[in-house]
């Protein structure tokens, strides 16, 4: 089943960047016979550029080129230009980006309502085309960040686009949140507005912090660095790392962070891709992982950041994995699942790895956490054969918690304590179809999130009783 | 009479895929025990049952895959294929792109209705291509989306195709813990669809041969493969060639048949449940020695005790003394220690079968009181070993085997719903609250049946 990512502003274009360069390594790796395959299908049309230009797609047989099932979007021309001119420039073509020259100004509604506006139609046009290639599309990924104007703004319209035009096919958001020291003061702004449009229009969302983001980052350099490993570590297998991919020289400061960003949506659908015992489609993720529509905010971890060249692997290694996923040290958001509340928990499982390694971990770990009442046995597991490259195994933990409640809390703290005093709120009512209301109802929609959150939370740790069940007359 | 496998999901077409696999290799193997004739008259048996050799160069599986995403069933055929020995039809695949999303209202009202026409258009060309149809026999598991969905709205459509035929459905009940977070939805849903429909629910619960792949067959680490073997080799001991009567001079004809005959008397009592033994390695084979005496007696042990496996059998078990009333239990959290029998049906294979004696099994304590004796329970001996065991010995029960089992899915799944978690996800493919509903009043009526035994 096919899979369209859409990337939207600066942030969400730069880990779009750093995806499909990961994605064609990670294929390359698995696909030794350049055989055009169900697997590379999920991301890429495989098409005969000799007759000049877009040809016809080609399903089956060799490689000739291949095409990204994607769109870029940004209101400025800076990173996509630079995705054009680099490696990665025979995988797109011109019908796949929309830009503009001026930005959205760290503004929501500029992004939102003015490009939203201005844009939607080319937009539809552009996603009813790529997805008219796609035998059978099953989800949508949009990638953005929540702080600033265009990824915020214009990614949530796009994400209302999607609903409207595709009803059937599954929204998944990767949003990056601002910090708080974010240098945008609007991002609080950016951020609540744009929740809202989560809260109704996406299926599921995988909030990423970059701060998280960067600890991981700062982790590996200093257990690189330190010599204490004894080993050397296998470069291409850190999850930080560019190596083997188009990209050979790591320009950027971002690109280190945005790759961790790739490797989870690369493992996100390993399973979808690649075959194993126990396969797990995106459509599963949804279904098992939100009890209730508006609760499908999913913390994630990864394990293993990287891996050493040694060859023997303990098995004990392998239940190590399973400790790190759970371990605050692998996560992408800041938070704190094993002190809150779980609603559901996904573990999808790459590489030579077992039903009996799931088990034996699964009942190893859960005596530590707590799960809601109602599903106690919360757990949906996937087993994929094929494991990321430069790994045996690896581990993509999902976990439905309470614990994003603080994260939200924060939020709406920065979010008030501008709102209060009005501050800036001109910038965003001057455009047009923006008012006042879109503040109040934003603000209501994240309350209410978070009240939801907290009526869970209030369960924990009560008594238990079961329901009376139904009796039959003998 | 051949038997028509349905192959549904996943699940269902990893373990049909063993189970040809099995099959093919106890039929191949030199380790019958038993005459060249003998083993030829099994062969043929065999064939006709299970494959087709309309002149292809390997016989053919009499099966129709069905599943609404491509991977699995994509490398079931192929790893048929290789084996060189038997393969499935070139056409008796069905598959989609999107999956079920573990959805059991996707799989039953979705793309049931959708691909009706060309799932039972494989199945009727499959059934032409017999003789005499002996029946169907769809695998399934009941935890996610298409095998339980899906196979639920096929069996429905078997039913209505073809309302004489034999329908016996294999399902699979998952590990308690963590294969899907909805699966005690989807399974209630499922076994409420499937009593409908079905004739009898051949059960197999993953915990339970994890345990046996664990601590009889001493696997480290244990696979999904390694389950669907020892899945398949305990479904092959049972439906393989096989001599209905003491003293038979061909194998019986219609198994499907014999087994609901015997089993299923009563269309309130369906779920059966299957136990086999001995099972180890392989390579222990050679150096264990069984007795016939000794292995119904531990047979009938379990099925007393309602043991899942060899090990660990509860010895204190006995059954009632004669005459005196059982008090029946009327909350089924009380601990029933005795198990009580409708009917069973035990399968013996191998060296000097008809010295086994089986009186101990005919014992009317062991049943409830709507049958004779002579009637609730019988026997079926084939001196032709099975997969290189000198001695098998199986038991498909009609008994409480499966009641506390049942009654776990029904409570966790009563619990969730309770709360109203996932009940949305339903409802958008048209599911309702009525559904569930009246699925859980249908099980907690198959319940109380078995409890008041």
Redesign the interface.
Known sequence: ?VSLPSAVGQCGNQVGCRFWDLALREHAAVNKKGIYD?ALSSFFRNVDTRSGGDGPDIYKGKIRSLKARALLIDMEEGVVNEILQGPLRDVFDSTQLITDVSGSGNNWAVGHKLYGSQYGENIVEKLRKTAEHC??L?SFFIIHSMGGGTGSGLGTFVLNLLEDEFPEVYRFVTAVYPSGEDDVITSPYNSVLAMKELNEHADCVLPIENESLFDIVNKIHQMVNSGKLGSTVKQNSLVTSSAGSAKTVQEKPFDAMNNIVANLLLNLTSSAR??G???M?L??I????????RLHYLVSSLTPLYTLADVNVP?RRLDQMFSDAFSRDHQLIRADPKHSLYL?CA?LVRGNV??????RN??RL?PSLHFV???Q?????G?CSIPPVGHSHSLLALANNTCVKPTFVELRDRFMKLYKKKAHLHHYLHVDGMEQSCFSEAIASLSDLIEEYNELDATKGGPRT??S????A? | MSIVTVQLG?CGN?IGHEVFNAICSDVRGTHGLCSKKENESYHDACKERFFCEEGAEVPVARAVLVDM????I??TLSMAARSGYWKYGDGSHFC????????WANGYSVHGPRHKEAIMNLVQKEVEKCDRLGGFFTIMSMAG?TGSGLGAFVTQCLRDAFPTSFLLNHVIWP????????QNYNSVLTLSHLYQSSDALLVHENDVI?KI??QLMH?????????NQVLAHQLGSVFQPAYRAAGGSHYSRNPLGDLMEKLVPHPEFKMLGLRNIPQMPENSLAYSTFSWPGLIKHLRQMLIANAKMEEGIDWQVRPPPRGSSIPSSHSTNKPLHFNTSIANLVVLRGKDVHSADLGSFQDPSLYTSWLNPQDAFNVWKTPRAFNKYEKSASLVSNSQFLLKPLDNV???A???F??K??I??YTKFGIEEEDFLDS??AL??VL?SYT?L
């Open positions: 089943p169900e035998d059978c099953q690649f075959e015992s126990l396969n489609d459509n599963e949804s279904m098992n992982l939100v009890p209730f529509p098995s559901a573990l077992q039903v009996s390694d799931l088990r699964i009942e859960k009442s109602w599903n046995e919360g757990w949906k597991t087993l079961d329901p069940r139904l009796k039959i003998v | 996943q990893q995403e491509p991977k699995v994509s490398q989609q792109k999107q999956g079920s999303g573990n959805n989306g590990y308690g813990t963590g294969e899907v977070i909805v994890h792949c664990a696997i480290k680490q244990i696979s999904f493969r390694d389950v029904v409570g966790k009563w619990n969730m309770a709360s978690a996932y949305h996800q859980f009043t907690e009526q109380s008041s």
